[in-house]
């Protein structure tokens, strides 16, 4: 005969596991797997309660992420697998955290750091300029990337010296730092921008802009899939790379330091940007 208690017990356990199914349903959840492994990370790093809630406050914790970059979300042509430095990166947080990861996919840069602003996303990893740090904050700089430009087989442009003359039309994504600074740069050409990656590589196959201006890393992506198309010598300037939280979570700043630098430091960010596929880095 089974007990009362014995009932009850059985009835929680039911209820807790159709109530993480639901949840996983509803929110593309990837929840953490409870192993003996993770259950002594969680005990060694001991993260305060705290620094969790602030962190992940709904108790999840939330990445940000846009297609096309690998410092964010691409495709390995490979395998089809879904890699990126922000995904990896947010994945490893929430396992640290011992949390469930929710991946959020947006069109370009700016929806994610609009939406990070708006505190509904916790995470992601993107330039840190001064302008974004009024409203995010940042670790330091993990990743530095030039900034270039994509241009197609038939373009008699050969350098980005060339770049600022009148007539010129240089697409951009739309919000993105490229478009805020070379707004100030140019004095001749046009700043053009675009609603996504996707749109820009159609704007150049079209001829409506003669060059499309970001970091080398999205540039060698879009020319792998615009035959003809080539990156061009030398750069206009540099990305600092970070991870990015929401303004008033102060208190879990020094966690996401401490813990960006064990992992820049222990060979898990290199193999990040090994998976990703990431071209473009700064030598010097």
Request: hydrophobic share 45%; charged share 20%; net charge positive.
């Amino acid at each position: 005969m089974i007990s009362k208690n014995h009932f009850n017990t059985a009835w929680r356990s039911l209820a807790m596991g159709l109530l993480a199914l639901s949840l996983s349903a509803c929110f593309n959840l990837t929840v953490v797997n409870h192993t003996n492994e993770n259950a002594a990370l969680v005990k060694t790093e001991a993260v305060p309660a705290d620094v969790r809630q602030a962190l992940a406050p709904t108790g999840v914790l939330r990445v940000g992420v846009y297609p096309g970059s690998p410092t964010s979300w691409v495709k390995d042509p490979q395998t089809g697998e879904s890699v990126g430095i922000a995904m990896d990166l947010g994945k490893e947080f929430a396992k640290r955290l011992n949390v469930p990861v929710q991946i959020l996919e947006f069109d370009r840069v700016a929806q994610v750091l609009d939406a990070l602003k708006d505190g509904k996303v916790d995470f992601t990893f993107t330039n840190a300029t001064a302008v974004r740090a009024k409203d995010m904050d940042f670790t330091a700089p993990l990743v530095r990337l030039e900034l270039g430009y994509l241009v197609v087989g038939t373009s008699p442009l050969k350098s980005v010296a060339e770049m600022d003359q009148a007539g010129m039309r240089v697409g951009v994504s739309q919000g993105s730092s490229s478009q805020g600074v070379l707004t100030q740069l140019y004095k001749q050409a046009k700043v053009v921008p675009a609603d996504s990656l996707t749109k820009a590589q159609a704007m150049l196959n079209a001829n409506q802009i003669d060059a499309f201006a970001t970091n080398k890393g999205i540039l060698f992506e879009m020319s792998d899939t615009l035959p003809g198309s080539r990156v061009l010598d030398g750069r206009w300037g540099l990305e600092n790379l970070a991870i990015a939280i929401p303004k008033g979570r102060d208190v879990a700043r020094p966690y996401v330091q401490s813990v960006a630098k064990t992992l820049e430091g222990n060979g898990f960010l290199a193999k990040a940007i090994q998976r990703s596929g990431l071209r473009g880095t700064a030598r010097d």
